[in-house]
């Protein structure tokens, strides 16, 4: 085939369409591998690009050659002569700007995205790549047109003062957001990933670009905020100078309690609370006497502010059960007057309806079937309720105690350890016992005892059991029974937990003895 099309690409132009080809491969195959959104948009565009320069070029290599200036020489290779047809020049000047942009493109993905964010992790501002990238190609294009073209470049800029003018004027606000945006930059008062707070936006930085910041909520909205108002107001940042935060929460409490019990409350509560950091300390203050509670302040800290909700309500769900315990008051501040008289009767009919209610309960506890009702009745007069929020610790391995822990409602897991290792022993509900052999033995808490849900108890101390053990000594044999089976299955437990301690320690050994020859060149010493 002699089409003259055909014969242009291969003659001279073969291995720039071949090149053209092996770059828009590498650059698709870096498309593919990259997960950062700005270099899979990059690479798109470089590959849009290069195929704009392939298809200008083939409309140069198609146009005539009287067109394009061209003489043929008698050898039959081409020489410029004539004054190019102004379609040529347009082409032509249009395919070097195309190839001037590739090409910053090009140096971009693999110099900056490549080299010295990836490879040399140093971390460059958007826009003061951009910015490199549009002086570079500014002064390109000035070039090209300076030697491609007839246009009086420099008259350009020595007559266009006024069109500078009524440009500048018209992009005031936009010229500001970029210097803006640079300073931002170059200041690096936030980072993308920072949590950030803007008068009464709070969010995620989730880009920063020439003309604005881009915030996303908690409610994941996108809030775009222009980046010369960033800088003319207040910006708090919450992951800097570093990511860990203190959360401040007051609490209200009546003032019949003593601080020192609340200030104990409010510390076992942060003290459970999962992602409250447990350095630096929690600081518990008096902070004020209200009109009708004591206000407290707790001061925690927290490793990401990006967890604040969670953790905050985690913290004040669990004040609400460790208040319960200790019956702490939380006052609520009603201003009218409601008169309801406490008198002793009603106050005995309300317990009365308490131990009621616990009595029938105890009734079904099957530990409890050889009471006669009497005795239950007694027992039930005497128990007190418990209440545990999820994750709480009921029990603690080692310490002393002297209640039985009756399962109202709710579910808790036994655990026992050793030596840093634990295992679950059993998961208890709804009417189900434990802490019985503290109770009866007066040995430390044998296990932990975590409850997995929001868990009620019926708790009855020595004293009140003291009672019943004497009345009925059945019952004891009736706890001894599964006391028994329990123990049985604790001991079975600690004991594989010793021995998985004690191999860990050989194994230990053995590797260190093995560093020690090999750092001294020994060898094992054989046995004679
Ligand atoms: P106590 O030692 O007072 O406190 C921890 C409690 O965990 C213990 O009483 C038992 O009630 C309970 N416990 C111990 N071992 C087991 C087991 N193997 N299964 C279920 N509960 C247990």
Known sequence: MNHPLIEQILSGSGLLYFVLGLLVLATLLVRGLSNDAHVRRRCLFLVGLLVLFALLEITLAWIP????GFVTRPDGGRAPGLVPHPAYQVVSVV???VGLLALLLLAMITLVDFLLVRRLHFEIPNILRDATVFTFFFVGVLLILYYRTDLNVTGLFTTSAVISVVIGLALQDTLGNVFSGLALQTERSFNVGDWVRFGDREGVVADISWRATKLRTRENDLVIIPNNVISKDTLVN???????HAVRELVGVHYRHPPADVIAALAEAADQTEGVLKRPLVDIRTLQFGDFSITYEVKYWIKDYADVEDIKNAFMTRVWYAFSRRAIEIPFPIRNLYLHQVTPETERAREEADDERIYQYLRRVDLFDALSQEEVRGLAARARVEKFYAGETVLTQGALGDSLYIIDQGLVEVIVSHDGRSERLAQLGPRAFFGEMALLTGAERSATVIALKPTHFFVIDRE???????GNPRIAERISETLAQRERQREATLAALHEAAARSVDE????????????????ETEET
């Not at 050659?65 to 394009?68: G, M, N, P």
């Not at 009140?464 to 004497?470: H, P, V």
């Not at 230990?508 to 060898?523: H, M, P, T, V």
């Open 65 to 68: 050659e009287e067109l394009a």
């Open 95 to 97: 395919l070097l700007i």
């Open 238 to 244: 919450y992951s800097a100078p570093t990511r860990i």
């Open 464 to 470: 009140a059991f003291r009672n019943t053990l004497e």
């Open 508 to 523: 230990e050994k053995s590797q260190i003895l093995s560093k020690i020859r090999d750092f001294f060149g020994f060898r």
